[in-house]
């Protein structure tokens, strides 16, 4: 046997052709995930714009990623105070035009608090905060963020959150079933309750796309669900988070040619 | 029908009452929205010397009074009493543990001390780890109001920790918890448990900080005392370490952050004076602090920015003994003056009386001192962070602490005769008589019976991994954030937790906490010695080289000559052994009077060493992957049964704490480091409580990875039987997983530097167990199932 | 069926930081007609039958005991509702 490869060595190497294009990354007070989302579109190969929440300006960036944390500290309920957010304003016009949106965790939660993804999230069913490696099935491989992926394929990426249970009343679950727009499922371990498994969804256009686990935490060999998981990923995987960032880069760059 | 419940109104009433006692002498009567309350000034002092003050309530001995008259030449303020009683509990000035602590900063050579950026005394220590980059790290106890208020106690330790790095200047990046709680099956277990796991998680994981390790220990003896320690690491850039002190006459002292309410009051001085379970009185305000993380978050990113584009001179946070330390603190460290006006605190609760604000223990606020250029720009970062901040004053050069209420002068002190000349107690200490017969009860003339058939020995080996104490803490660090940021490469359950520092480069540390309150209880300068040993251990383990000390320092109380003597050979223990493995300490905390109606709390020093990678590429973890890689004992194994994890399973807590070495030790740190840095491992883990047993499951259970293991030759070797050679908990050990192409290099490592190592056995992928050849095979699904199954049993 | 509202609020003296953030957020919102807003708990216990005097202590004892800490929340009210005045949705 070989000795243990170094951290990194089975990271992909970016594709510099997708530099070019421009992801903004929003921090409001209390957002975590904001620089690990950063460091995800760079190793994605793509440019990480900082956007600031009192802002009016979107930068002109081609996508923008809401990350985790806990914005506003979740008071009142989660992503409701960011919603109202200056910039938000900005996100929710443009999502319209057709501009690309994910939603990480608490990023899911304000998308919903704004209406650009319907249901909501509440507390897990356990009542606990929940980190762990979970494996989701890509449901749709035609978002703007999953297009890398093939469709029915499974990957694994941290969860962690403490109010990630996705719920809605049945007529929109059926919605979103029939249309398509379960983007992510929770698959072997429903791990807050969610309603029918779900861990992502989009909006109708396939722009927008909120999720509860953090593909950013998983696209660095070493420093994901490899280096801390009790055998469910392969040593030197880690990286199935990737495929999101890569996804939209590639979509902009081929829609900017 | 509407029915009130007013039992609780009537004690906040009460509460309020009680502190119109504060200002007790009739002088000036402010009005505050409608409030009235007496100020004690200066000049009414000198006017009024024979006013009784109730120094006593507040927590001073009769000579410590005297000797604060003594230094003002008249009786103090109200508000000087608040200041100095607060400042000169156990809990601020060290007085019962300074004589001792002395060592850490005496027992240290030039060498020791090069990669000290900053030394003990400051908020944190700060260590050189290379390429323009520091680190700062610091462990300090939240017991007391953890018992009281478990999920506010937990969480603001947190809170607490983690601006004492932030006031160095630091991006805060890890946290770890050591905690110990009473036995598994209390009835009160459950309460504390549920509460301190939700604070740290619900604190820690809102400031996004990934917590990476700790301790989880269950023992009877912490059951009116459960210790709540917590440890933050932070990383800066050299040029950003900023220190507590007021320099530079003219520029301003700020207040930022929250507002000052009536949090803790008196927590400081009153629960680290006396045991508040004895007189059961609820403190002159509500004793505990609330915590707002959000408001922290939001002020370390505003503090980073500040440091970012120097605006601060000096910061300091306010933790214990809020205003009074940090004023006092702030101007002692610097040109020795300071000016503040009072009333430009804001306030959540208006009618605070100034001794109250000088006291209170608000929580998320700092303290800054801003040159008048930078005014403009401090006051931009604020508002661009909606935090709220308040002009209070400015340094001076008279070597006087002003503080003055709408003008009138309160206080009037030399700022080191609160913050630093604080009375020092030499207290008297002696053996315990009972401890010769302790130690002279050892395991072996027990009459516990030792298992010795294959079945016997694997029902151990299970009954032991499903212990309290040696189970899977899952369910407990499953409610902590571990990836956030980015760049954990280890995280519990591994030996250490390893964060990266430098993403270019992969430059990074380690931190392991421990402690065995056991072995110190049998002997408590060996005791000190084990857990320095064993965080040592842990960190070299995963292929980090140590290079500081953080000490968290739990014991009873001092005032009991036999618990002075547990910590004065604590610390002598530390202070020799780090000076014998060549680490310095770079700073802690002593938590005393952790005990309940005379029965002390056995002594726990827990001791967190921190280590440094070039790359944290190089870590290893705690568990094999690889089939057919060789599996090595590193290290002798000898019957040493006392203290041990298994004695504690049968009962049994008597004889001496294994044999320790440090040099042994060292020179295993040596090889693992080495074996890390050359790629001939693959899995390492150290060999602490439960033994060669619990580290092989470990081990196995880490990835799910089975092996097959023989001990035969150990046993004849080392002259010991299957059942010691799996549960002795002797020192200076670890398993190792080798891949076969690096063994002959691995042999001659040991060889050359004459390490002892055995070939134990191999990885089996095929075959989901771990097989003690000839004698029993645990199937991993079985272990798995009692190692993970005990904390839900409990707590879910 | 008849149900015991028990209101639960954190102590006058108590921080509380989700009132505090959510009356920061009203006067970004430019709703400035609140100086500050706390944010409590109401539970509502269902009884089957009557409430007699002994239910009612019941309930007035889980207020104190379990549905609040008592070391930073007070309960504010234990009421008996009857149905028709429960909120609307019901």
Redesign the interface.
């Known amino acids: 046997?070989?000795?243990?490869p170094?951290?990194?060595d089975f990271s992909p190497m970016p594709d510099s052709g997708l530099s070019g294009a421009r992801i903004g990354v929003i921090t409001f007070?209390?957002t975590?995930?904001d620089?690990?989302a950063s460091?995800a579109v760079r190793i994605a190969g793509g440019t990480a714009v900082s956007l600031w929440h009192?802002d009016h300006d979107l930068k002109g960036v081609d996508a923008v990623v809401i990350p985790g944390?806990?914005s506003?500290?979740?008071?009142l309920r989660a992503g409701a105070i960011s919603r109202f957010a200056p910039l938000m304003e900005q996100v929710i016009d443009a999502s319209k035009g057709g501009l690309p949106v994910l939603g990480i965790c608490n990023g899911f939660q304000v998308l919903t608090e704004a209406h650009l993804l319907p249901g909501s999230m509440i507390k897990n069913n356990?009542l606990?905060?929940?980190?762990?490696d979970q494996r989701l099935r890509v449901e749709n491989s035609d978002t703007a963020w999953t297009s890398e992926y093939a469709a029915g394929s499974e990957i694994v990426v941290?969860l962690?959150n403490?109010d990630g249970q996705y719920v809605a009343d049945e007529k929109t679950l059926d919605e979103l079933e029939g249309e398509g727009r379960v983007v992510f499922r929770y698959v072997d371990v429903n791990p807050n309750g969610s309603r029918r498994d779900i861990a992502g969804i989009s909006n109708a256009a396939g722009n927008v796309v909120g999720l509860m686990p953090?593909p950013?935490?998983a696209v660095?060999a070493?420093?994901?669900p490899d280096?801390?998981a009790?055998?469910d990923v392969e040593?030197g995987g880690g990286t199935d988070g990737l495929g999101i960032f890569t996804s939209v880069l590639k979509k902009i760059v081929a829609g900017a040619k | 029908?509407?029915?009130?419940?007013d039992?609780?109104?009537e004690t906040?009433d009460e509460?309020k009452n009680e502190h119109a006692e504060f200002g007790y002498v009739a002088d000036a009567v402010e009005h505050i929205e409608g409030r009235k309350f007496n100020i004690d000034t200066v000049k009414h002092a000198e006017e009024t010397p024979d006013t009784p003050l109730p120094w006593a309530e507040l927590g001073l001995k009769e000579d410590e009074y005297n000797r604060v008259v003594e230094i003002l030449g008249r009786r103090p303020t109200a508000a000087e009493l608040a200041m100095y009683s607060v400042m000169w509990s156990e809990h601020c000035s060290y007085k019962s543990s300074k004589v001792h602590l002395r060592q850490f900063g005496e027992k240290v050579t030039e060498d020791m001390k090069k990669h000290l950026m900053v030394g003990i005394g400051e908020n944190a220590g700060v260590v050189d780890i290379g390429d323009g980059w520091a680190v700062t790290y610091k462990i300090e106890s939240h017991n007391h109001p953890s018992f009281?208020?478990p999920y506010?106690g937990a969480a603001t330790g947190v809170g607490g920790i983690v601006r004492d790095i932030i006031s160095m200047g630091a991006r805060p990046v890890a946290v770890m918890d050591p905690l110990r709680f009473g036995a598994i099956d209390h009835p009160d277990t459950a309460r504390l448990v549920h509460g301190i796991v939700?604070g740290i998680?619900?604190y820690g994981?809102?400031?996004?900080l990934p917590n990476i390790g700790g301790e989880v220990v269950f023992d009877s003896v912490y059951q009116g005392n459960p210790l709540v320690n917590a440890l933050a690491v932070g990383v800066m850039r050299h040029e950003d370490i900023r220190l507590a002190n007021a320099s530079g006459v003219g520029n301003k002292v700020v207040l930022f952050g929250?507002r000052t309410?009536?949090?803790g009051i008196g927590g400081a001085s009153v629960l680290a004076s006396e045991s508040f379970e004895d007189d059961g009185k609820p403190a002159k305000?509500?004793a505990?602090?609330?915590?707002?993380?959000?408001?922290e978050?939001?002020l370390i990113?505003c503090c980073l920015e500040l440091f970012k584009s120097s605006v601060v001179e000096g910061i300091q946070d306010l933790g214990a003994a809020g205003i009074s330390c940090a004023t006092s603190e702030l101007a002692s460290n610097g040109d020795g003056g300071m000016h503040v006006e009072l009333t430009s605190v804001l306030l959540?609760?208006p009618s605070l009386t100034p001794g109250e604000i000088l006291m209170s223990e608000?929580?998320e606020r700092m303290m800054a001192v801003v040159t008048p250029e930078n005014v403009a720009a401090f006051e931009a970062i604020m508002d661009?962070?909606?935090v709220e901040y308040s002009w209070l004053g400015e340094v001076t050069d008279t070597g006087r602490l002003i503080i003055e209420w709408d003008g009138e002068k309160i206080v009037d002190v030399d700022p080191r005769t609160v913050a630093h000349e604080g009375p020092v107690y030499d207290r008297p200490y002696h053996r315990p008589e009972w401890l010769d017969g302790v130690q002279a009860d050892t395991f072996n003339s027990s009459a516990a019976e030792r298992p010795s058939s294959g079945e016997e020995l694997k029902a151990a080996v299970l009954e032991l991994m499903a212990s309290p104490n040696m189970c899977s803490k899952d369910w407990v660090?499953?409610?902590?954030?571990?990836?956030?940021?980015?760049?954990?490469?280890?995280?519990m359950p591994d030996d250490a937790g390893v964060i990266?520092v430098d993403?270019e480069t992969?430059l990074g540390v380690a931190v392991s906490t421990d402690a065995n309150g056991r072995y110190t209880y049998l002997d408590p300068y060996q005791g000190a010695q084990l857990a320095l040993a064993e965080s040592y251990r842990n960190v070299a383990t995963t292929g980090a080289v140590p290079m500081a000390v953080s000490d968290c320092l739990n014991f009873g109380s001092p005032e009991d000559p036999e618990v002075m003597w547990q910590f004065a050979e604590a610390v002598r223990g530390l202070a020799d052994g780090c000076q014998e493995l060549g680490i310095p300490v770079t700073g802690g905390n002593v938590s005393l009077y952790n005990q309940t109606g005379g029965v002390a709390i056995h002594p726990t020093p827990v001791v967190g060493v921190l280590g440094r990678f070039d790359?944290?590429?190089?870590r290893?973890?705690s568990g094999w992957?690889?089939?057919?890689?060789a599996i090595y004992l590193m290290g002798v194994t000898k019957d040493e049964l006392d203290g041990s994890e298994w004695a504690n399973l049968r009962g049994h807590l008597g004889g001496k704490p294994p044999a320790l070495d440090l040099a042994a030790e060292k020179l295993l740190g040596e090889l693992l480091i080495n074996a890390s840095r050359d790629?001939?491992i693959?899995a390492a883990h150290d060999l602490s409580e439960g033994g060669l047993a619990a580290a092989l499951s470990d081990m196995a259970?880490?990835?799910?990875?089975g092996a097959r293991i023989g001990l035969g030759e150990v046993c004849e070797r080392d002259g010991v039987d299957l059942f010691t050679a799996l549960f002795s908990e002797s020192q200076a050990r670890a398993v190792v997983s080798v891949?076969?192409?690096?063994e002959v290099r691995f042999k001659d490592m040991c060889s050359a530097r004459g390490f002892a190592h055995i070939r134990i056995g191999v990885v089996d992928t095929e075959n989901q167990a771990l097989d003690f050849q000839d004698q029993f095979s645990l199937p991993l699904a079985e272990l798995k199932e009692a190692h993970e199954g005990t904390l839900p049993k409990y707590f879910? | 069926m008849p149900r015991i509202v028990v209101d639960v609020m954190?102590?006058?003296?108590?921080?509380?930081?989700q009132g505090?953030?959510i009356a920061?957020a009203l006067k970004r919102l430019g709703q400035t007609g609140f100086s500050e807003v706390r944010q409590g708990k109401r539970f509502e216990l269902t009884v089957d039958g009557e409430v007699t005097a002994e239910i009612?202590e019941q309930a007035?004892h889980a207020?104190?005991t379990l549905l609040s800490?008592?070391?930073?929340e007070?309960?504010?009210?234990?009421?008996?509702i009857v149905e028709a005045t429960i909120g609307a949705g019901e």
């Open positions: 046997m070989t000795e243990t170094l951290i990194g007070p209390g975590l995930d620089r690990d460091r009192g944390g806990f506003y500290g979740d008071y356990h606990h905060f929940l980190c762990r941290p962690k403490q953090h950013e935490h660095e070493g420093f994901g280096s801390s009790f055998g040593l | 029908m509407s029915e009130r419940v039992a609780r109104l906040a509460a009281v208020e506010q939700a998680g619900g994981n809102s400031l996004g929250a309410g009536g949090d305000r509500p505990v602090q609330v915590g707002d993380p959000f408001a978050k939001v990113e959540r609760d608000s929580q661009k962070w909606n660090t499953n409610q902590y954030d571990r990836y956030v940021q980015g760049n954990t490469a280890l995280a990266r993403e992969g790359d944290v590429a190089r290893t973890p992957r690889e089939d057919g890689q790629g001939m693959d259970l880490r990835f799910g990875v891949a076969r192409s690096e879910a | 954190p102590k006058p003296e108590i921080l509380d930081p505090k953030a920061g009612l007035r207020a104190t800490n008592p070391v930073i007070d309960v504010t009210r234990v009421e008996v």
